[in-house]
């Protein structure tokens, strides 16, 4: 074990010492620990990192939201705070460029904003205060609870540590992380004892083979609760690639859908370049608007990205039929980048919850949801 890497030999001296660990434990060292975890370098998407995000493809994704959260500004009465929080922020780029676009096109929305991220990692925290200097007074880091506005989160339910498990004859086991004799991470199995993952798939069912291999992951359950808190009065916005319970647990679907992603490649080993490897699962948003409905918020839409940004830009793309500039080109690269059903339209899907201190829900006229289709609600079920 002499060539681990720090992290991967700490982790390595865990299981020997402690024996088999479970998978969230492995994957939230390797992903959030403060020295050598993923996450501590917050320059790991877009053409030199290790994948393409929808902010990554340009400022036009953090416009077309900003556009969705002057609306609701607009549609609440014009509240001033308007608190603007962000978790998953990375470098903070949507940030910067939801603040430079409304401080240039809406000064009075610009004026009412208060933006704050919620960043654990001093390492990320540093590099967001640097991309947003230029917004003194605009932004801080802060963790707020039971604000007037926004909770925005892109690709943050994904990367939370989820627990994998398998079918063996008419029982789950857990898949946990042990050593081989020469020292190598691996698989094994384990008794399955956390209650949240044995009553996530009791409520589905027993229709799966024996060797069917799957996800569950609790803690997105615990984001969205979270994430509830934070608002007291608007909306959150949750955009991430995953399924309903449905389409997530399909019986054929039987090596579930962890992926590990380095240099713009992809695989499905955990154990490799650990603390420089993206490891993550879609989502399970039927287990998100559970959680969400629990947390007092009503579930607004369900609709992917494509519906969800073209709703957003139908009025912007009509200015820009016929014009020929520089400008207009990059738009319309962007966007097709963000919308095309083999890119990021379709793969990507968007939640949107709403929560008020009114006992009677609201779902805020949105130019986004216009193409929401109300029977992927009930699709939510599950």
Same mark, same amino acid.
């Given at each position: ?7 991967? /030999?700490?982790? /390595? /001296? ?9 998978? $969230? ?63 998953? /922020? ?29 960043? $654990? ?39 939370? $540590? ?39 798939? #009791? ?97 607004? #839409? ?81």
């Amino acid at each position: 074990m002499s060539d681990l890497s720090p992290l991967a /030999a700490r982790l /390595a /001296a865990t299981i020997a010492a402690s024996g088999p660990m479970p998978f $969230p434990s492995f994957m939230a060292a390797a992903l959030y620990d403060r020295q050598h975890g993923y996450y501590t370098n917050p320059n790991r998407t877009g053409r030199h990192g290790d994948f393409y995000t929808s902010v990554s493809t340009g400022p036009l994704f953090a416009i077309l939201l900003a556009t969705q959260f002057a609306e609701l500004w607009e549609s609440m009465g014009r509240p001033s705070p308007f608190h603007i929080v962000e978790r998953g /922020a990375n470098n903070a780029d949507f940030a910067a460029d939801v603040l430079s676009w409304s401080l240039t096109h809406r000064p009075d929305f610009h004026a009412a904003i208060s933006y704050s991220i919620d960043e $654990p990692l001093p390492s990320a925290a540093a590099a967001q205060a640097a991309r947003l200097a230029p917004f003194p007074g605009k932004w801080q880091h802060d963790s707020p609870s039971n604000v007037t506005g926004v909770f925005f989160a892109n690709e943050l339910l994904d990367a939370v $540590p989820f627990r994998r498990v398998a079918r063996r004859g008419n029982s789950w086991v857990e898949r946990t992380v042990s050593l081989t004799p020469d020292g190598s991470f691996c698989w094994s199995d384990s008794p399955l004892l956390d209650r949240s993952t044995k009553s996530r798939l #009791a409520s589905l069912g027993d229709d799966f083979p024996d060797g069917y291999e799957t996800e569950v992951a609790p803690a997105v359950a615990s984001e969205v609760r979270l994430a509830a808190a934070t608002i007291a009065h608007g909306a959150l916005f949750f955009i991430d690639y995953g399924f309903t319970a449905s389409d997530y647990y399909l019986p054929e679907r039987s090596t579930g859908t962890l992926r590990c992603y380095r240099h713009h490649k992809a695989h499905e080993n955990p154990f490799d370049a650990i603390g420089d490897t993206d490891i993550t699962a879609h989502v399970d948003f039927s287990l998100a608007a559970s959680a969400a409905r629990a947390a007092g918020c009503h579930v607004a #839409a369900f609709l992917d990205q494509a519906r969800f940004l073209t709703g957003a830009a139908a009025s912007a793309l009509a200015s820009l039929e016929g014009v020929r500039s520089p400008e207009a080109s990059s738009w319309h690269r962007q966007f097709q980048s963000l919308t095309h059903p083999a890119r990021l339209g379709r793969s990507f899907q968007v939640l949107v919850l709403t929560k008020s201190p009114d006992p009677s829900p609201f779902t805020p006229p949105l130019s986004g949801l216009r193409f929401a289709n109300p029977r992927s609600l009930a699709a939510l079920a599950g």
